[in-house]
T-cell receptor, first 114, second 112 residues
Framework: EPEVTQTPSHQVTQMGQEVILRCVPI?????FYWYRQILGQKVEFLVS????????KSEIFDDQFSVERPDGSNFTLKIRSTKLEDSAMYFC????????????FGPGTRLTVT | GENVEQHPSTLSVQEGDSAVIKCTYS??????FPWYKQELGKRPQLIID?????GEKKDQRIAVTLNKTAKHFSLHITETQPEDSAVYFC???????????FGTGTSLTVIP
């Protein structure tokens, strides 16, 4: 069964540095998402992406964040000038269709900002 | 926007007993309600979902009920087993939108 994959599994970075989190969605899926989960808290939506553009974003997704689909398989989340409070598990998800369809989650990247 | 509340935050049951987790939502436009199970250090995985044109759905030991009028939905796990121990998240989504709004999670422990 195809799965969403994410790299790296764990990223440690210093405050102020830029990080890029990578995801490979399921190949025939059209909708891509980033969520984050601060330790012990709920999963929070960051952004959705469809047809090579952002379709929806949350208040969390400010100018510090950007997403890109640089080729036909990868989907990346860039976090510029990281802050301590960016430390969280970041999940990528993909879906065949929007809204009323299952989103398949990747295993997550644990980002630790020191 | 949508607000999803989930209760209880922790739940312990004896093996073989039933577990019930409840969620409420605020936006009547929400019409898709998935439940995810997340084992420690692993990805959230869909275990069951329900759409707003259905009141109940069952899959073996797991069932979900939806009350659109009251804006609440519940997960029922019968004959619980130790491997059911995990954090369970409910979510709500609107067909016109993309994002899932998640509840705060329920940590279920099944005691052998």
């Amino acid at each position: 069964e195809p799965e969403v994959t994410q790299t790296p599994s764990h990223q440690v970075t210093q405050m102020g540095q830029e990080v890029i989190l990578r995801c490979v969605p399921i190949s025939n899926h059209l909708y891509f998402y980033w969520y984050r989960q601060i330790l012990g808290q709920k999963v929070e939506f960051l952004v959705s992406f469809y047809n090579n553009e952002i379709s929806e974003k949350s208040e969390i997704f400010d100018d510090q964040f950007s997403v890109e689909r640089p080729d036909g398989s990868n989907f990346t989340l860039k976090i510029r000038s990281t802050k301590l409070e960016d430390s969280a598990m970041y999940f990528c998800a993909s879906a065949r269709t929007s809204g009323r369809d299952e989103q398949y989650f990747g295993p997550g990247t644990r980002l630790t900002v020191t | 926007g949508e607000n999803v509340e989930q209760h209880p935050s922790t739940l312990s049951v004896q093996e073989g007993d039933s577990a019930v987790i409840k969620c409420t939502y605020s936006d009547s436009a929400s019409n898709y309600f998935p439940w995810y199970k997340q084992e420690l250090g692993k990805r959230p995985q869909l275990i069951i979902d329900i759409r707003s044109n259905v009141g109940e759905k069952k899959d073996q030991r797991i069932a979900v009920t939806l009350n659109k009028t009251a804006k609440h939905f519940s997960l029922h796990i019968t004959e619980t087993q130790p491997e059911d121990s995990a954090v369970y998240f409910c979510a709500a989504s609107k067909s016109a939108g993309n994002q899932f709004y998640f509840g705060t999670g329920t940590s279920l422990t099944v005691i052998p």
